[in-house]
Nanobody, 117 residues
Framework: QVQLSESGGGSVQAGGSLRLSCAAS???????MGWFRQAPGKEREAVAW??????YYADSVKGRFTISQDNANNTLYLQMNTLKPEDTAIYYC?????????????WGQGTQVTVSS
């Protein structure tokens, strides 16, 4: 059974940084993972994701966020720098089951990120 558990969310002022972590268990395809977010009243959107042939970043986070993973510890990270109020959202870790770039089947419970101006 795949389990994804996010941590590292919190409240920060604009310009600050946070690092989100996602601990994965029961998951085989660690090369197909990513981060999504959902702000109040908006649809969930992709923030950044990995697959063997590319790394994706949403235009709104390019140059500010960095996705990475520690395969030895089955952990995915999202380093978020120069945070803006519009980054406020629940952030979800996602993992794929069919080894297709950008396709995700498993989701964590989410961690809240709040950025104040």
């Amino acid at each position: 059974q795949v389990q994804l558990s996010e941590s590292g969310g919190g409240s920060v002022q604009a310009g600050g940084s946070l690092r989100l972590s996602c601990a994965a268990s029961g998951y085989t395809y660690s090369a197909y993972m990513g981060w999504f977010r959902q702000a109040p009243g908006k649809e969930r959107e992709a923030v950044a994701w990995l697959c063997p042939i590319l790394t994706y970043y949403a235009d709104s986070v390019k140059g500010r966020f960095t996705i990475s993973q520690d395969n030895a510890n089955n952990t995915l990270y999202l380093q978020m720098n120069t945070l803006k109020p519009e980054d406020t959202a629940i952030y979800y870790c996602a993992a794929g089951s069919r080894r297709l770039c950008g396709e995700f089947s498993y989701w964590g419970q989410g961690t809240q990120v709040t950025v104040s101006s």
